[in-house]
């Protein structure tokens, strides 16, 4: 049982370029999240899904797009880096989000836009 | 809005104990949960209260008053490991369906000898 894994672990990207962050999760849940992480700011939600095919907006998400064509994947893109967009990047996934029902998280990819 | 409020830094002895307190106003509320992070890790689950009082496990207690609007971690026994950043985390309806966590900015807790 892997857990949830992050691809790719590091990047650097150049102002304008797209990439898109890969997250898998191997424990048959049905939510999964992405957050960014920002010295002073805390763990702030991108997007997040809660199931196949769904997708919703968190706090954060202009400059995001994300897609959840399988149920264990769900991919963060960028489609025009910013270097705002310089940041720690979670990835977590849930059974629910219900009494309980904790958030299991990947070991994050860390971004760097010049 | 929605707002969570932690000490950014503290400081303790090994062996001691030591109390870190959450304060949170949010519009809907489904329970509280604490995260520890060390530094470069993932975020890993601690504790989960939903009704009033204090959930115990080992070293690790929670504590929770809803009417007060207020949570904190107690951790006894300090050992060096426990060094890290711990996250209080709201989780609240969400209108895309669900539930939603939100975090506040963390609190990094240093364990000195």
């Known amino acids: 049982n892997a857990g949830v894994t992050q691809t790719p672990k590091f990047r650097v990207l150049k102002t304008g370029q797209s990439m898109t962050l890969l997250c898998a999760q191997d424990?048959?849940?049905?939510?999964m999240y992405w957050y960014r992480q920002d010295p002073g700011m805390g763990l702030r939600l991108i997007h997040y899904?809660?199931?196949?095919?769904?997708?919703a907006k968190g706090e954060v998400p202009d400059g995001y797009n994300v897609s959840r064509l399988k149920k264990q994947n769900f991919l963060l893109g960028l489609e025009s880096a910013a270097p705002s967009q310089t940041s720690v990047y979670f990835c977590?996934?849930?059974?629910?989000?219900?009494?309980?029902?904790?958030?299991?998280f990947g070991p994050g990819t860390r971004l760097l836009v010049l | 809005g929605q707002n969570i409020d932690q000490p950014t830094e503290m400081t303790a002895t090994e062996g001691a104990i030591v109390q870190i307190n959450c304060t949170y106003q949010?519009?809907?509320?489904?329970?509280l949960f604490w995260y520890q992070q060390h530094a470069g890790e993932a975020p890993t689950f601690l504790s989960y209260?939903?009704?009033?009082g204090l959930e115990e496990k080992g070293r690790f207690s929670s504590f929770l008053s809803r009417s007060k609007g207020y949570s904190y971690l107690l951790l006894k026994e300090l050992q060096m490991k426990d060094s890290a950043s711990y996250l209080c985390?709201?989780?609240?309806?969400?209108?895309?369906?669900?539930?939603?966590?939100?975090f506040g900015t963390g609190t990094q807790l240093k364990v000195e000898l």
């Open positions: 899904s809660v199931g196949e095919g769904t997708t």
């Open positions: 209260n939903v009704l009033d």
């Open positions: 985390a709201v989780l609240r309806p969400s209108t895309g369906g669900g539930n939603k966590l939100t």
């Open positions: 977590a996934s849930s059974r629910v989000l219900a009494r309980k029902e904790t958030q299991y």
């Open positions: 949010t519009s809907g509320f489904n329970g």
């Open positions: 424990m048959n849940h049905e939510y």
